[in-house]
């Protein structure tokens, strides 16, 4: 089955500055790739994602980019607020029928003022 | 945007007791949701689809006696975990996805998460 991996587990970056968080996946047959936040005590909120047919998304300061020949995808998150002070996770969706959502591990993301 | 609520947001129980845990769509049709467990300061596991009219589709290691589904409409699922135990305290997360549409749809809209301690 489909395995997700993310790093790093915990990043810490100045107030301003941006923040990369970096996931790789096991089945070529994925096709979806979310981005969640989860706030302490809450659900997942979903942020960004990317379909395989696109190398590069962007929302805001928020990006997203994947290489399908790779297997890998990545998080930038741009002038950071305390705001983004989080756990992210990155997930893959395998198969066509983009039905289940595998998770990575998670990155606690904190933001130093 | 699509909402997801859980019931009870927490729930405390002593060990043997059965609970149950609800998952609705508030404002779309849900033919598929999704049960994770997450412990603190871990991921999301997921535990099993759930789907409309048919049985739950458990994930490998996940006992299907111990954690019933039921998926009786096109809004609710319901978790019960039977005769519970301190292990089982965690964080239960449901899902649902949008196919009230022609469109395949991707996206999967997350409840708040219901808080199962154990005693």
């Known amino acids: 089955g489909e395995n997700v991996e993310q790093h790093p587990s915990t990043l810490s970056v100045q107030e301003g500055d941006s923040a990369v968080i970096k996931c790789t996946y096991s089945?070529?047959?994925?096709?979806?790739f979310p981005w969640y936040k989860q706030e302490l005590g809450k659900g997942p909120q979903l942020i960004i994602d990317?379909?395989?047919?696109?190398g590069e998304k962007k929302d805001q300061r928020i990006a997203v980019t994947l290489n399908k020949t790779a297997k890998h995808f990545s998080l930038h998150i741009t002038e950071t607020q305390p705001e983004d002070s989080a756990v992210y996770f990155c997930a893959a969706s395998p198969g066509s029928s983009a039905s289940k959502i595998i998770f990575g591990s998670g990155t606690r993301l904190s933001i130093r003022p | 945007g699509a909402v997801v609520s859980q019931h009870p947001s927490w729930v405390i129980c002593k060990s043997g007791t059965s609970v149950k845990i609800e998952c609705r769509s508030l404002d779309f049709q849900a033919t598929t949701m999704f049960w994770y467990r997450q412990f603190p300061k871990q991921s999301l596991m997921l535990m099993a689809t759930?789907?409309?009219?048919?049985?739950?589709?458990?994930e490998q290691g996940v006992e299907k006696d111990k954690f019933l589904i039921n998926h009786a409409s096109l809004t609710l699922s319901t978790l019960t975990v039977t005769s519970a135990h301190p292990e089982d305290s965690s964080f239960y997360i449901c899902?649902?996805?949008?196919?009230?549409?022609?469109?395949?749809?991707?996206?999967?809209?997350f409840g708040p998460g219901t808080r199962l301690t154990v005693t």
């Open positions: 089945d070529s047959a994925s096709n979806y």
């Open positions: 759930s789907n409309e009219g048919s049985k739950a589709t458990y």
């Open positions: 990317i379909r395989s047919n696109v």
């Open positions: 899902s649902a996805r949008d196919q009230g549409g022609l469109a395949i749809t991707y996206e999967q809209y």
